[in-house]
């Protein structure tokens, strides 16, 4: 978490494609601090406890959230921005799935598949 952060965007505000029609999640100034609370590609749905038959329920509506957008004050069209990542926080666990029907290799791949992998969320060690 952020202490010291001008805005926090909450994992609640996502929306799914890319269009510059999106009403900003939040208007910053230049420089500001912003702590992203971001879902992962599932959109939240699978979980350090999920097991492959949540594979089977996936809504993939929900798939890959994108968070914000962010309106940057000053900021027009064309222009680039430099953004720094002074932190990540990771989660202490992420998923591999085989999901039927998905993918480059959905044809030789038929049945379903999920590998949770856990580690620590301070050393990265598993």
């Known amino acids: 978490m952020c202490s010291n952060c001008d805005y926090t ?9 890319w ?15 912003i702590e992203f609370q971001c879902l992962d590609s599932s959109g939240g749905q699978l979980k350090a406890d999920s097991t492959v038959g ?3 329920s996936l809504d993939f509506g929900m798939i890959n959230p994108v968070t914000g957008p962010i309106f ?6 064309g222009d680039a921005l430099k953004v720094t990542i002074e932190m990540f926080k990771p ?5 591999t799935a ?5 993918g480059l290799l959905a044809d030789d ?5 999920l590998n949770i992998w856990k580690y620590d969320a301070g050393s990265l060690e598993p």
């Open 109 to 113: 791949f038929k049945e379903p598949a």
């Open 98 to 102: 085989n999901i039927p029907g998905f």
């Open 72 to 77: 940057v004050e000053g900021a027009e069209p």
């Open 54 to 56: 949540d594979i089977a």
């Open 9 to 17: 965007i909450h994992g609640r505000h996502h929306h799914f494609g």
């Open 91 to 95: 989660s202490g666990f992420g998923w």
């Open 19 to 33: 269009d510059n029609s999106f009403a900003p999640a939040e208007r910053v100034a230049p420089g500001s601090t």
